[in-house]
């Protein structure tokens, strides 16, 4: 009856695109001044690492450690810290350029999940954004990547940081990978991490 055709009608609306992102771990970034020692504050380099990964495959694509040699050549970091290499949005997207054929960003002050949705459900791309440690507004800026999204409007995640055991009530998750209603990323996408509201980025094989 009517009421098996809206129950039927339901569930063919309700959908979810999840991307297949490899994951790559900061804790395991060599610092390219001494490579038998472990660097922090990679996150945008493992992030730009991952979608090269998932764009061009891994036999391809550039490992992490190439990734910021490069940018550590190229002045990429700022500031410049014996404790971490930290990049901006600016220089997260030439650095990006330099291993793909275009790299994609902007701010999607008006319609930001307009913007997931177009590159991660549309055209299959990753998005990497910048936002604020643990979903705060006020915490230190750090990138993530954004895989998926779903019809209920929660976002998939995959996280360079999150590959420790999880605390109790803590946003980190074995694996890497994440779901968050996409109101509580919001929150800490825009609230302007590194004075840029609502950073996104993507590498493409095309424009």
């Not at 050549?73 to 810290?81: H, K, L, R």
């Not at 995959?158 to 779901?179: F, H, N, Q």
Request: charged letters at 20%.
């Amino acid at each position: 009856g009517d009421s098996q055709s809206g129950e039927a009608l339901a569930a063919v609306e309700k959908w979810k695109a999840v991307l297949d992102v490899p994951l790559v771990d900061q804790h395991r970034v060599a610092n390219p001044r001494d490579p038998s020692q472990f660097i922090a504050g990679t996150c945008g380099e493992c992030c730009i690492a991952m979608c090269l990964k998932f764009l061009l495959g891994s036999d391809k694509a550039p490992t992490v450690d190439t990734v910021v040699k490069y940018g550590l050549d190229s002045g990429y970091f700022i500031p410049e810290d014996p404790l971490g290499f930290y990049t901006s949005p600016a220089n997260m997207c030439m650095l990006a350029q330099h291993f793909c054929e275009a790299s994609l960003s902007g701010q999607a002050k008006a319609d930001p999940l307009g913007v997931l949705r177009k590159f991660v459900v549309e055209r299959g791309v990753p998005v990497i954004i910048d936002m604020r440690v643990e979903f705060t507004t006020t915490g230190s800026s750090h990138f993530v990547v954004v895989k998926g999204l779903d019809s209920d409007n929660n976002v998939y995640i995959t996280d360079p940081y999150s590959c420790l055991e999880p605390a109790e009530g803590k946003w980190r998750c074995v694996g890497g990978t994440y779901v968050i209603p996409f109101s509580k990323l919001d929150t800490s996408w825009c609230s302007h991490p590194d004075n840029v509201d609502r950073f996104w980025m993507v590498c493409v094989d095309r424009l």
